[in-house]
Each structure stands twice: as C-alpha cells, then as structure tokens.
C-alpha cells in the first residue's frame, strides 16, 4: 500500500491545566517521537521559572520569549509538542503552527479545569484570582483561536488515555 505521508509535528493547544503536558507525555511514548513542553523551554532558556519571568520582566517579555521558543521547535523535526496556554495567541506562532504541525485542542469543561488548576499555584495568570473567573475571560478570548485546531479532543476528568487514543486514531 501508498507510504504513509510523512510524520509532522502534534502541537496540542487548549487552556492551563487541561492536560496538554500529560497527554503530550503519553502520545509521544505511544507515537515513538520525543516530546517538548513549552513551558519547560521557556524556564531553561530564560534560566528562570515562568513566575520568575512574569514578576521580572513582564507578560510581554515573555510572550516574545514564548514566540522564540515556539519558532525554535517548529522549525526542528517532528515531536509532541505541549504548547502553553497563550502561544497561540501570537500571529507568528499560528502561521507556523499552520503551515508545520498538525494541532490538537484538548478541551475540558471549565469546572473541571478550574478544579485542576487550583490545586496549583504556579501560574501567574492565576495569583490571587478566581480562576473560574479568569478562565472564562480567556475561553473568550481564545476559544475561537483554538478552533482552528486540526482536531478537537474532548477531555473529561481522568480520561487521558482516551484523549490519547483518539489522537493516535484520527492523526
Ligand atoms: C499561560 C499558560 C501557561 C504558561 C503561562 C501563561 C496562558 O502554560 O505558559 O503561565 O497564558 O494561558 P500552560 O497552558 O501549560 O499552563
């Protein structure tokens, strides 16, 4: 039968704590490709964690920052990429997203990924907010940014596996 057409990057998108990072793990052990986390990027080019970034340089700092990192990995060889939150917000980004990776939105209810999220306290998105509240004001924001995903993957709580599998089917 035909070759299969070649392997490109999986950039998962979607909101903080839906599950990008974990499920990105997992496909790409399933996929045999390595995995990068965008955020983990950021922190080991900066030297600095991404609340360190935040206090000290500003949200635009490391949105250029974000951009960079972004650019550096999608124009390297496929992986499972675990994109943060925000990237996608960034024109630049999307047009490579576009045109080198196959992009995945994970969506979750807001609930459930608020409950997740307030387990954690790393995110400075979040310091001292409601993060239901926040949440919403981004799903504004972004929703119609993530919709232009390759794919939809509903996650529910505690189904990454499935979330998994179904990426490993339709992609
Ligand atoms: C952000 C999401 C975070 C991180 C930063 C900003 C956002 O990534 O990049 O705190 O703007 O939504 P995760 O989606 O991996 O939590």
């Known amino acids: 039968r035909a070759n ?12 903080m704590g839906v599950g990008k990072s974990s499920v990105g793990r997992r496909l790409a052990n399933r996929l045999k490709l390595p995995f990068a986390d965008g955020d983990v990027e950021i922190e080991a080019a900066a030297g600095m964690t991404i609340a360190e970034i935040f206090a000290s340089m500003g949200e635009g700092e490391f949105r250029a920052g ?7 990995l999608l124009e390297g060889p496929p ?20 045109e080198r990776a196959d992009t995945v939105w994970l ?3 807001l609930g459930v990924i608020a409950e997740r999220v ?5 995110r400075p998105l979040l310091r001292g907010r409601d993060p239901r509240e926040v949440l919403t004001g981004l799903a504004e924001t972004r929703y119609p940014l993530y919709a232009e995903a390759d794919l939809t993957v509903d996650v529910g709580e505690g189904s990454h596996g499935q979330a998994v599998d179904a990426i490993h089917r339709e992609l």
Do not use: F, S, Y
Not at 66 to 72: F, I, L, Q, S
């Open 4 to 15: 299969p057409p070649p392997r490109r990057t999986i950039a998962l998108v979607g909101l």
């Open 66 to 72: 974000e951009a960079r990192v972004m650019r550096r």
């Open 79 to 98: 992986i499972v990429l675990a994109t943060g939150g925000g990237a996608m917000m960034n024109a630049e980004t999307r047009a490579l997203l576009r």
């Open 107 to 109: 969506r979750a209810d």
């Open 118 to 122: 307030a387990r954690r306290d790393t």
